[in-house]
């Protein structure tokens, strides 16, 4: 059995490397209503899109969820140069939280914060790992919810439109689903998914040049992960990882 921390396992078909996360997020105000937030990176070491020359950078299509008294679940966009741009019901409102990646369908009552992991998706650049953070004198500073794994997507199978990852075993986690923070005003809180999959998959555009897929997992302890290649249904490559911490 293996045990997934609150790390990022970086994969080379069976490969590991570890990295943490924090990223810094300054709040200023703008004009009556618009909220405009500056987003450093502290660390290397972050949740962020990670380039091949090792720099760090957010994604052009990220977006965060930002809660206070009076705000529920507001949209803030990336624009450029670590900015995000949303809108608050009143300027005066003190926000109190944010998120990452931002959803419609999350629920945030007392200290119990709930969102979905969904079984099928859309592979993208970048790394959408969930995370949540608490404002604090203007700033926020990210963290994760669970652990991500990070799988290099290079071999001799030529094409594929669809990676598949299993968790294999009667009590190994599940992969996606309803995923639950009982407590997320801890320091160390992580999410759990009760009944949910033990199979998340990505679907892939044949022309597209992602060749790094990152694959949130719950914190827990695994007896072996499936990583499935495929092509038009076609099986292309199945490979297997166990036994690592």
């Known amino acids: ?8 396992f970086y994969l080379v078909i069976i490969s590991f490397m570890f990295a943490a996360c924090a990223k810094q997020v300054d709040f200023y105000p703008v004009c009556q209503h618009e909220i405009r937030l500056h ?3 502290d660390s ?22 930002v809660f206070g008294n009076k705000s529920n679940n507001d949209f803030f966009e990336y624009k450029s140069k670590s900015v995000f741009i949303g809108f608050v019901p009143d300027a005066e409102d003190s926000l109190k939280y944010a998120y990452y990646p931002y959803s419609e369908q999350v629920e945030f009552k007392d200290s ?21 953070g608490n404002i604090q004198n203007s700033s926020i500073k990210f963290r994760y919810l669970g652990g991500v794994l990070c799988l290099r997507l290079a071999g001799s199978w030529g094409c594929f439109d669809r990676v598949s990852i299993v968790s294999e075993g009667e009590k190994s986690p599940c992969l996606s689903g309803t995923a639950v923070v009982n ?42 992960l499936h990583v499935r290649i495929y092509h038009k249904g076609e099986l292309l490559a199945d490979r297997s990882m166990s036994n690592f911490m």
Do not use: H
């Not at 555009?205 to 897929?213: A, K, P």
């Open 183 to 224: 407590n997320i005003y801890a320091d160390n809180c992580i999410y759990e998914i009760e009944n949910g999959s033990k199979e998340i998959a990505y679907e892939f555009n044949v022309r597209s040049n992602i060749n790094l897929l990152y694959v949130p997992l719950q914190v827990g302890e695994y007896e072996k």
């Open 44 to 65: 290397k070491n972050t949740k962020s899109y990670i380039c091949f020359d090792g720099t760090y950078e957010w994604s052009p299509n990220d977006a965060i969820g």
């Open 112 to 132: 119990i914060f709930i969102f979905n992991i969904s079984k099928e998706q859309r592979a993208e650049n970048g790394n959408n790992a969930p995370m949540f």
């Open 39 to 41: 987003a450093t990176i």
């Open 1 to 8: 059995n293996f045990f997934i921390m609150k790390k990022l």
